[in-house]
Each structure stands twice: as C-alpha cells, then as structure tokens.
C-alpha cells in the first residue's frame, strides 16, 4: 500500500484518540488488507493491541482488569464475528469502531474517479501486497478508466516499466513459452484473466471462445502474413486475419527489430510457422507474392530454392516483383532472416555474376589486356572468392552443389582457361613486356629515394583481386589515403624469385642448384634479405609479421623509430595453400589476410608514428576447387636436372609439349642464363608427386603475374567524418489511410568522410506514441546519382481514433547512438479509424 493511504489512516485513528478521557477503538479489517501495515503506523495517544481469533478472553481479561488508562487500537485482521462468537461484544458497546475501506482509500489517494471505485474493489486482492501496489503507484497514470486500471495491474505483474498493453503482450511473449505461461497464471490468481483477453481483443482484434496465447500468436503472424503477401491467404489461415492489422504490423515489426528480443521472436515465428503448416502451404504460391514478405525464415528458404532453380537454367534475367536476382540478394541480406541466411545469399550473388560475366571474350593487345583485368575483370576472381569463401561456411550445401558444379564450369573452362591463353598469347607477342614496372624494380622505383619512412608488407600470395578488396576496405577508412596499380611479376611465379625481386639488386640469378641468388647471395631467409637490404639502406630492417602482432607499444616503436624502410614478411595465403591437407582454406585464409595487413597499419600509424605503407606481394595464385584428373595433368615436367612445379618447369632442353609456353631465365632477369623456364599456356598443371591440385602458382596469368601495389598513407589528424543522412521526398502532410506508402532519398553517397547509418523510422504522437510500425533503413549507397539513393517505406498505422487537433510526427533515429535526426509533422485524418476495417 502506498504511503498516502497510511498517513490517511493515521491522521483518522489519531482524531479518534484526542482527548483526556480513555478510549478503545476497534478496527476488524475483514480482508486482512493492512496486517502488514498495522504495526508502521504511528499513534500519537493510544497503542495497537492484536485481536485473534482465539484470544478475545485474554484481551477482554486484559482491556478490563490489567490496563485499565491506556488508549488502544484493537486491530483484528478478519470479519467481526456475529454476537454469538463475538465475546467482546459488550466491550465494543462502550467504544468505537473504525472503519478503512482500501479500495476507497485508494481512489481518493489515485485521484480514480469514484464510478471507477468497484474497478479496484473487484482486484482489491492485488491491493493487499505493499510492493506491487507501489508499483502500481509508480506508474503515474493521469487518466484512470477501467482499461487503463487493468493494463496497469498486468503491467505491474509483467514487472513491466510502463503501463502498456503492448509491453505486457511483449512481456508474455518473450519473457516465457506460449504454453503454461507464468504470467497468464499470475493473471488467472488475480482474476485479470478476463480482462486480458478483452484488451487483446481492443489492441489486436483477437476474439475467441476458447483464447490461447498459440492461437493469439497466429492470429498476428496470419494478419502480418496477409498484409505482405499479395495472393489470397489459405483458406484455413483466414479465420485468424484480424481486422485490426495496423496494430499488429506495429507490434511485430517492433519486436522483430528489437536488439534485445529479435532472437525470441524467430523462435516464437518458426513455432507458427510449424503450426500453420507454412511450408506446404506457401510452397504452393507463386515466389513473386512473397518477395515483401519478412515474418517467416521459411519465406527465405523458398526464395533462395527458386533463385538456385534459376541460376541453374542460367536464366539471370530472372526478376521477383521487378528486382534481379543481385537486389532481391542484397535486399533480402538487410532484412530481418539476412543475417540467419546471409551465407547463402552471398553465394547467389556471387554465383550470378560468374554466369552472367564468366563467358570471357579475349581481348587484344597486352596493355588492353592488362587494362581490362585491373579495371574490370578482376573482379570475377573475386567473385570465385566469395562463392567458396561463403559455401565452405555452410554445413548443407547440398541444394547448392549443382550450382556449385554450373559455376565451377564457367569459371574454369569459360573463364579461367580463355583469360590465361589470351595472356599468354599476348604475353608471347611482345616477348613479355606487359608496359608495367617490373617487380624487380620495385626498390629502385618506389623506395629508394623515399623521403619518408616507408613500411612495406610483403604478403605471400596476396594477388591483385584480394589486394583490390583490401584497397577498398582503407578507403572506406577515413584516416587512410590509399591507391592500386599493378606491378609485372617474374617468370616462376613463385617465392623465391618473387622475394628476391623486391630486394633492392644490382643482379638476380640462379645459382646451378636453382637457389635465387641477390648480387650472389642466397636470400631465403629474414635475417639473409635483411643484410642485402642494409647494403643498400643502413637504416632498415625485416621482420615477420607473426613478431609483430602481440608487441607492447614500447617493443613496437623500437622496431620503426630511426628507420628509413622496414620490410614486413606477411605469410597467411600461401601458407595454407602450399600445403595439401590446407588447400581448401585459401580463400579463408584471403580474408584473414586483408584484415591482419589492415589491423597492422592501423596499429603502426597509432603507435609507431609511422604513416607510409605500401603493400605488395612475391606473387598470385590460381586456385580451383575441383582437383584436376592424372589423366589431364602435363606429363613429362619432372627430372633430376630441372627445377619444377605444379606451374613451371626450368631446365636446360625446355619441355616440348602441346599447350606449354616458354622463355629463358635470362630473358626474366636480364642476364645470359639459357636455361629455359616452361609453363602451361592455359590453367594446366604439370605432373608432380606429392603437389597440391587446388592451389597453384609459378606460371604465368594475370592472376600469377600482376603483382598488387597499395601505396596507403595514414592521415595524423582525423577526417571530420558525418553520418550519412535521409530525408522525406513525398510532400505528404496529411495521413488518410492506415497504411501509408512515403518516398525518402538518402541525400548524398557513402564516401570516405560520409559514413554508412542505420535508422529507425516511424510515426509518433504528441506524447511519443509510438503510432505505426517502425521501418530499418541501412543508408549505406554509394550511387553518385540520387535517383538510385531514393527508397520507398511501407507503415502501417495502429487502428485506433486520431484527433485532427493534435499533433502527429514522422519521425527518424539513428540506431547507433538514439538520436532523432528528422521530424516531419503530419496531420491524421482517417476516417472512422477503429470502428471499421474498411481503411485496412
């Protein structure tokens, strides 16, 4: 009970005791309403004597012959009993009764209209317990009816901050199971049962004869259901659409975009989606009525089976309410399953674009050639990448594997094979001079003369697509200024002389053992490429970058400070690929790559005040998942004189076969070596013991041959950077239907200082009603023309009565930090709102 109540009491039983004549009162409190109040309250002139049930004699005894003088309130926490029981009778005849009707008190104390007064009688039980009548207390409400007196009741049993019937239906839902829910249980023991399923009715147009909480639940997800799917809904869902769907897509949407209770509700949404027999029934509907539909995982499962069944026909024209299969992909990834089936929309994605791009057209002329691939073509590599990269994430990848077979195909025979017989053939034509710096003149062109510090990672096999990925991820970052050219590599491409070709030189050779020898040493090891690199630059060292990922600041900084240059062997790639039992984690290990040289730099740039980076590589790779047979493998590579790969044979006669190319050591390193390098003019490989089959390199194709060079430098001073922002397009003032369709714009693209945000946007009243569902919009296009930056949302309005004087806003958050970033007033006008469903 709240204090108000007691200090009423008090201030009453105190005027009964004034005065210097004796007086007795009784209080027989027949629902035992204030026994655990009686003994807070303070007297100022009498004493509280307990009445039971079983010692009226000793209190009579002790009233009349012990304590004779002192005032006392007699407190008995039951009904009087009739005079036959009631041995106090005649003592009661000479004193006073007092009287406390809780429920009165507490309807005078609320401020509750009196007509509301049988309201709180009818819960008094709630009443009896001090702790949740204070929380009823707590609630504040201004405006007591009886909806509103029993909304707070449950809220306060919920253990809900708000009176709301929402958060009690938000409560229920996600706090216990549909089944034997504990607070339908706390309801029934204070007969607000009733009035629950009543308020269920008012909020959400659920009436039924026999109410469940299962039945209640399908009814929200059959109403949402029926809003977003555009086909007529099974005939055995249709007695659950309720008419009051404005409400319900308010409900819903909010729970399934709840940070804290997004995970409860794909629960509760698979339990109805069982329950509704959804997968046969939606099965039997056409794919393109449930492209806006969001409520059931299921949904997406029969989206991605379609768009599998479509790229397996090749058919990349196929649309879904006028969106390819790239947007229905991206857009499903930002809806509220993407995360759950984010894998799989990626290797669609990805999967699309090989067949629609993997058909590869030569291309004349080297420097066109080379054109072509670092501008455009590269990225079909990538996208390989990213299909394997997310399919090996899977653990069923059944329904993906003759998609998988389809692409496997059109990269490796359409695309792969054509590309690198069009380089080699290219390459051929002028005697291998591509117009690119070579990657032996690395050190002389861009590090010798440096006026600066200069860091550079040297990542084994970090080939120019994963190197462009990497590229993109710094110049998303505000700090960092970063550009991509490629370099010619060397013929084996393949460590040893791709290590050696960084170094700074005077000659490269091959000693008669094939070691890569550097102005006539042997260069394999750190400490080894460190001392060539000296000779050149006094200040500067090498070291691998698996020393430099767990130093403190202090050891970090002694490593950088004093130096001109410092080489920073970087080996992820290829240490998973060179090894047969790690092949199939290449492009995993690709992307552990591109985050660890990207960690690196920032950590350097912060804590070694170094800014200058360049990133490059000793040379690329091929990789394909299917092994390649015996039978289609170059035979006839390996001998004891020759030093040979799955990708390069050097030896002293060449290798005479079809479909193999070749070219003299001294011709790659400017010297009269005539030993002759051979290498497949397509993808082949040569036949050696014991190699890999996926994971090759040491020929020559652009995906071996053109070395990456990120030229990255770090900013001291910070960017100021802002959020992307949105703004309204429609010139809308005015609401007239329960639900709305509006036009927004993100007013300019992503770019290095405008970064990507997520936001909320809604409708709320005045007094921060939340009045219509609330849309998730990621503002993340980078598109320069903003007729590709406008989107269209969808809200539906809470069927409830709006009143044309008050004020209504649409308004927009931002997820990240809360803050409102657009308000728009608007007027509500819909007419008769809550009395018919006709707007519905």
Not at 97 to 117: N, P, Q, V
Not at 191 to 219: C, H, M, R
Not at 500 to 521: C, M, Q, T, W
């Amino acid at each position: 009970m709240a204090e108000l109540n007691l200090k009423q009491i008090t201030d009453k039983l105190n005027s009964e005791f004034t005065g210097d004549v004796r007086k007795l009162v009784f209080w027989y409190d027949a629902n035992a309403e204030f026994q655990e109040d009686i003994d807070t309250i303070e007297l100022e002139n009498a004493k509280v004597l307990h009445l039971e049930r079983d010692n009226q004699f000793y209190i009579k005894y002790f009233l009349e012959c012990e304590d004779t003088t002192t005032n006392y309130l007699v407190y008995a926490p039951f009904a009087k009993p009739d005079i036959r029981n009631n041995h106090l009778a005649d003592t009661i005849r000479y004193s006073k009764e007092f009287f406390a009707d809780r429920a009165s008190l507490l309807t005078i104390d609320l401020g509750i209209d009196e007509r509301y007064k049988p309201v709180i009688q009818h819960y008094i039980k709630f009443f009896a317990n001090k702790e949740r009548t204070q929380k009823f207390y707590d609630f504040e409400i201004e405006n007591f009816n009886k909806s509103t007196i029993e909304i707070a009741l449950m809220s306060v049993l919920c253990k809900s901050k708000t009176a709301s019937f929402e958060e009690v239906i938000r409560c229920i839902l996600t706090d216990d199971g549909l089944v034997d829910n504990k607070y339908l249980a706390e309801f029934e023991k204070y007969d607000l049962l009733g009035a629950f399923w009543q308020q269920a009715d008012v909020a959400f147009g659920y009436n039924d004869a026999k109410p469940s909480l299962e039945k209640l639940v399908i009814t929200m997800f059959v109403t949402y259901a029926s809003k977003s799917i555009h086909t007529d809904m099974p005939t055995a869902w249709k007695p659950f659409i309720s008419y009051k769907s404005g409400n319900i897509i308010v409900f819903i949407d909010n729970l399934m975009n709840s940070y804290l209770y997004g995970n409860r509700y794909d629960e509760i949404s698979d339990i109805v989606y069982n329950a509704l027999n959804g997968k046969s029934y939606l099965a039997k509907m056409d794919v393109e009525a449930l492209i806006d539909c969001n409520i059931f995982a299921g949904v997406d499962e029969l989206i991605i089976n379609w768009l599998i069944s479509r790229l397996e026909n090749e058919d990349i024209g196929a649309k879904l309410g006028g969106k390819s299969i790239p947007q229905i992909c991206a857009e499903r990834r930002k809806k509220h399953f993407g995360r759950r089936y984010r894998s799989e929309y990626f290797i669609l994605e990805n999967a699309f674009y090989i067949i629609s791009d993997g058909k590869y057209q030569p291309v004349s002329g080297i420097k066109n050639l080379v054109k072509d691939y670092t501008e455009t073509t590269y990225k079909l590599d990538r996208r390989y990448r990213y299909f394997y990269f997310y399919f090996d994430s899977m653990e069923d990848t059944a329904p993906f594997e003759k998609l998988r077979e389809l692409v496997e195909n059109i990269y490796t025979n359409e695309y792969l094979n054509k590309i690198t017989v069009n380089w080699n053939n290219e390459f051929a034509d002028v005697d291998g001079e591509t117009g690119l710096v070579k990657q032996k003149d690395f050190f002389s062109k861009y590090i010798n003369y440096s006026k600066d510090r200069v860091v550079v990672f040297i990542s084994d096999a970090f080939r120019y697509e994963v190197a462009h990925t990497l590229f993109e991820k710094l110049l998303a970052d505000e700090k960092c200024n970063a550009s991509l050219t490629a370099m010619q590599g060397v013929l084996p491409s393949y460590t040893p002389l791709g290590m050696a070709s960084l170094l700074p030189h005077r000659n490269i050779e091959y000693a008669d053992n094939f070691d890569v020898l550097v102005d006539g040493k042997v260069c394999a090891s750190t400490e080894q490429r460190e001392a060539i690199l000296q000779e050149y630059k006094i200040n500067s060292k090498c070291v691998q970058y698996d020393s430099l990922k767990t130093m403190k600041q202090a050891d970090l900084r002694s490593i950088f400070t004093g130096q001109d240059v410092v080489y920073v062997y970087h080996n992820q790639i290829d240490a998973r690929g060179d090894k047969a039992a790690s092949e199939n984690e290449v492009f995993t290990a690709c992307e552990e790559a591109i985050e660890e040289i990207y960690s690196m730099i920032k950590k350097i740039a912060s804590q070694a005040n170094t800014l200058h980076f360049m990133v490059t590589a000793d040379h690329g790779f091929i990789y394909k998942k299917d092994k390649i047979q015996a039978t289609d493998k170059i035979s006839g590579a390996a001998s004891k004189s020759n030093s040979v790969g799955q990708r390069y044979s050097i030896s002293a006669k060449g290798f005479d076969a079809d479909g193999v190319c070749s070219t003299t050591v001294g011709k790659v390193l400017g010297n009269k070596d005539e030993r002759i390098i051979s290498f497949p003019l397509a993808s082949d490989i040569f036949k050696v013991a014991g190699a890999g089959q996926n994971y090759v390199h040491g020929g020559c194709s652009p995906q071996e041959m053109l070395i990456p060079l990120l030229d990255v430098k770090v900013d001291k001073g910070k960017k100021e950077t802002s959020s992307v922002e949105i703004a309204l397009v429609s010139l809308t003032t005015k609401i007239t239907n329960l639900i709305t369709t509006l036009d927004f714009v993100q007013t300019e693209p992503v770019s290095d200082v405008v970064k990507e945000t997520t936001y909320r946007v809604y409708f709320i009243s005045e007094n921060n009603e939340k009045i219509s569902n609330e849309n998730i919009v990621i503002a993340d296009k980078k598109d320069k023309d903003t007729a590709k930056r406008m989107f269209r949302l969808r809200f539906s309005f809470k069927n409830k009565k709006y009143n044309k004087a008050q004020r209504y806003y649409l308004v927009a958050y931002d997820d990240k930090n809360d803050i409102e970033v657009l308000r728009h007033e608007i007027i509500m006008d819909i007419a008769f709102a809550d009395d018919f469903g006709f707007f519905e």
